[in-house]
């Protein structure tokens, strides 16, 4: 079983949808979680962290189920411009180990 | 100006000559990181290091090796290529958690697209 694992997709959504993407992590002990952004051939992005009580930045919404081990990223009213791929991340609290999953594909269509 | 730079961007080099991989950052961090990406896999960690005179090896270091000069440089090295390394490498800086910060978030350079003949 891989330490994170994420659907490739990829999502073909309309703009103005809402979606959704999970990620999994197998790690109990892992403490700190992230969404990064990655446009094709550029490196990842910050999105946002993701906190035990969820957080919001504007159309993204962040979640955290520590007892079924995953983190979701909802995105709201969809932008051509969000189209990318998503990467989950997973860190164990002081460590140097970030763990990768392999992203979630995204296409925002017109 | 961008944070985290590397250089080159681009690199075609053929099976077993020497490269170097160059990684700047101005973020004033102490943490620096080299990472592989290839198609279908997440990013893999070559090697960190946490200060100047800490570097350690990451999960898939065999072939590579590093060198951190100062606090804001850190350089990978391939040995020898060879063609199962042609793969996008990104550098990575990170500040440990401190103050108000609970996290140790990341901030990636542009990458190196490295072609190994």
């Known amino acids: 079983r891989k330490e994170v694992e994420q659907d490739p997709g990829p999502f073909n959504v309309p703009e103005g949808a809402t979606v959704a993407f999970n990620c999994t992590y197998s790690?109990?002990?892992?403490?700190?979680f992230f969404w990064y952004r990655q446009d094709c051939r550029k490196e990842p992005k910050l999105l946002m962290s993701?906190?035990?009580s969820g957080n919001e930045d504007g159309r993204f919404t962040a979640q955290l189920n520590r007892a079924s081990q995953y983190i979701s990223l909802l995105i709201r009213d969809s932008k051509l411009s969000d189209s990318a791929t998503y990467l989950c991340v997973v860190n164990l609290s002081g460590t140097y180990k970030y763990i990768f999953g392999t992203g979630t594909r995204l296409k925002v269509l017109a | 100006d961008a944070d985290v730079t590397q250089t080159p961007r681009n690199r075609i080099t053929k099976t077993g000559k020497r490269i170097m991989l160059e990684c700047s950052q101005t973020k004033g961090h102490d943490r620096m990181y080299w990472y592989r990406q290839d198609p279908g896999l997440g990013l893999r960690l070559i090697y960190y290091s946490f200060d100047v005179k800490d570097i350690n090896k990451g999960e898939i270091s065999d072939g590579y090796s590093v060198s951190r000069q100062a606090q804001a440089k850190f350089s990978l090295s391939l040995e020898s290529a060879i063609p199962n390394q042609t793969a996008l490498y990104f550098c990575?800086?990170?500040?440990?958690?401190?103050?108000?910060?609970?996290?140790?978030?990341?901030?990636f350079g542009p990458g190196t697209r490295l072609t190994v003949l």
């Open positions: 990575a800086t990170s500040d440990p958690p401190g103050g108000s910060r609970s996290t140790d978030t990341q901030y």
């Open positions: 993701v906190y035990s």
């Open positions: 790690n109990s002990a892992s403490q700190s």
